[in-house]
C-alpha cells in the first residue's frame, strides 16, 4: 500500500495553541518532521504572515 499521503488528529485533539509532530513526509532517513499547528485564526495569520517563520519552517534541503 506505501506511505500515508496524510494524518488527521481528530477533532477531539484540537485546541487552541497545540502543537503536534510527527516524522516527515518527505523523510528518507534525512530527519524532515512534519507539525499540525492549532491556532485562533487571527493568530494563525498572523503566523503565515511571518516571514521569518514561514524561511525557517520551509527549509529544502538539496538530494
Known amino acids: ?8 488528529s481528530g477533532y477531539a485533539n484540537k485546541f ?3 502543537v ?7 523523510d528518507e532517513g534525512g530527519g524532515s518532521i512534519d507539525l499540525e499547528i492549532c491556532l ?3 493568530f494563525m495569520c498572523a503566523l ?4 521569518e517563520f514561514i524561511q525557517a ?3 529544502n ?3
Open 1 to 8: 500500500m506505501g506511505k500515508a499521503v496524510a494524518l488527521r
Open 20 to 26: 503536534t509532530c510527527y516524522p516527515g513526509h518527505e
Open 57 to 59: 519552517s520551509s527549509f
Open 48 to 51: 503565515e504572515s511571518d516571514q
Open 40 to 42: 485562533k485564526p487571527d
Open 16 to 18: 487552541d495553541g497545540k
Open 61 to 63: 534541503q538539496p538530494v
